[in-house]
């Protein structure tokens, strides 16, 4: 194991991986700094979740070099689990556990023993109303639950955020409170990589957008300084490029 000689805490380099027959990543490369967010875009079926999954250790690639903080995840999946923390669309928590103590269970699970106050902090920061704090997430909005995940991901402090459509189905105020979280995470020093469809988001808060298409990146855009994106440009590459996808 080359402990990243570069640094970087997510590297995928010249990465193949198929299902059966089928190719899904080709020769994907893909390397995001500490303190950066990668918005990873690309149509239905490109290879964005797998891309994810190869990171979380759950899908082997053929050949090429993945590293998580330096852990080859297919290889030592515990460990490269650890420096991540993930949210997926549909968080996973426990319905009938109040927010607190879906936040203290969890970060239990993760060898994370946090003070109530810290918990505390974590949602207030999220913009979780302290009403909520304890209830059961039963009855929590799409919104309110990822709230309640990426406090979670927050006290994890953890060298690597994985994001896949966080954003979907939340509204503009939720979503631009969640985009200020994680750019509040990669400024503490989290890599971040983000899949998504929205492209505002991805020119709001990344620092490098790219392309994915038929399992590798076929483009990519960096914010030079304060110039951010012109989101006009990216709809129509992406929708080119989702097209032919
Ligand atoms: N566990 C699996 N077994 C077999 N095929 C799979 C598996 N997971 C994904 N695939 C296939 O791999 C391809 C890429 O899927 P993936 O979920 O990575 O796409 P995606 O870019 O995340 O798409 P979406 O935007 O719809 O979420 C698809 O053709 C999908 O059918
Ligand atoms: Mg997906």
Redesign the pocket.
């Known amino acids: 194991m080359s402990l990243t000689a570069t640094g970087q805490p997510i590297i995928l380099s010249d990465v193949n991986l198929s299902?059966?027959s089928?190719p899904?990543l080709r020769g994907l490369t893909l390397h995001v700094d500490a303190g950066e967010i990668y918005a990873l875009l690309?149509?239905?079926?490109?290879?964005?979740?797998?891309?994810m999954?190869t990171l979380l250790g759950f899908?082997r690639p053929d050949s090429g070099t993945v590293l998580v903080a330096g852990h080859d995840p297919a290889e030592q999946p515990d460990k490269a689990r650890e420096q991540i923390a993930y949210v997926p669309e549909n968080v996973a928590l426990y319905e009938h556990l109040t927010a607190r103590e879906n936040a203290a269970y969890l970060l239990a699970l993760a060898g994370r023993h946090p003070a109530l106050q810290e918990i505390d902090g974590a949602f207030e920061a999220t913009g979780l109303q302290a009403s909520a704090w304890d209830k059961r997430l039963g009855g929590f909005s799409k919104g309110m639950r990822q709230k309640v995940a990426i406090a979670i991901a927050l006290l994890r402090e953890v060298p690597v955020l994985l994001l896949d459509?966080p954003s979907s189905g939340l509204d503009p105020r939720a979503t631009a409170d969640f985009n200020r979280l994680v750019h509040d995470v990669a400024r503490k020093g989290a890599a971040v990589l983000m899949?998504t469809?929205d492209l505002l988001s991805a020119a709001d808060i990344a620092d490098r957008i790219g392309f994915?298409e038929s399992g590798r990146i076929v483009d990519e855009a960096s914010a030079q300084g304060t110039d951010r994106f012109d989101v006009r440009d990216l709809h129509r590459k992406f929708a080119r490029e989702a097209v032919t996808a």
């Open positions: 299902y059966g089928q899904v690309g149509g239905n079926g490109a290879g964005k979740s797998t891309t999954s899908a459509e899949v469809h994915l």
